[in-house]
């Protein structure tokens, strides 16, 4: 079950546009792709730092995942991603191990990654996302 890289770190804000010009100058010189993920209700921008991205991502409808933890938390971390070489392996691995997960199949996240998170109720308080790009 070997993890390849932290792939992304996803930090939730109430306004992508509201993303600081600081962080925005630092991250990338030019202004990024905005994306809408409708099936996790969010819409999200990535700023590639290196092998990794900063993701940022605002809640596209109300009670969407990210828009429940801005509305318990406000603006901050809101999950690490890593990539995995064969998500559907990991996934059975980790539910043969007990492990909780959010998703036991992957679903299609931002730039067509299949992606499927851990509950953090068994990853010590943080939601970890899977996720890997095109097939298995």
């Known amino acids: ?80 991603a890593l990539e995995v070489k064969n998500i559907e392996e990991v996934l059975a691995a980790l539910k043969k191990e007990g492990v909780e997960l959010i998703d036991e199949t992957p679903k299609v996240g931002a730039e067509g990654k299949r992606i499927a998170f851990i509950h953090p109720r068994s990853a010590g308080g943080i939601l970890i996302e899977l996720c890997c790009s095109g097939g298995a």
């Open 1 to 80: 079950m070997a993890i390849i890289k932290i792939d992304h770190v996803g930090i939730a804000v109430s306004d992508l546009e509201d993303v600081s010009p600081a962080i925005r100058k630092l991250l990338s010189p030019t202004p990024p792709h905005v994306e809408t993920v409708e099936d996790q209700g969010v819409k999200t921008t990535s700023f590639r730092a290196g092998g990794t991205a900063v993701e940022f991502l605002e809640s596209a409808r109300a009670g969407s995942p990210v828009d429940r933890y801005l509305s318990k938390r406000g603006n901050g971390i809101h999950h690490i």
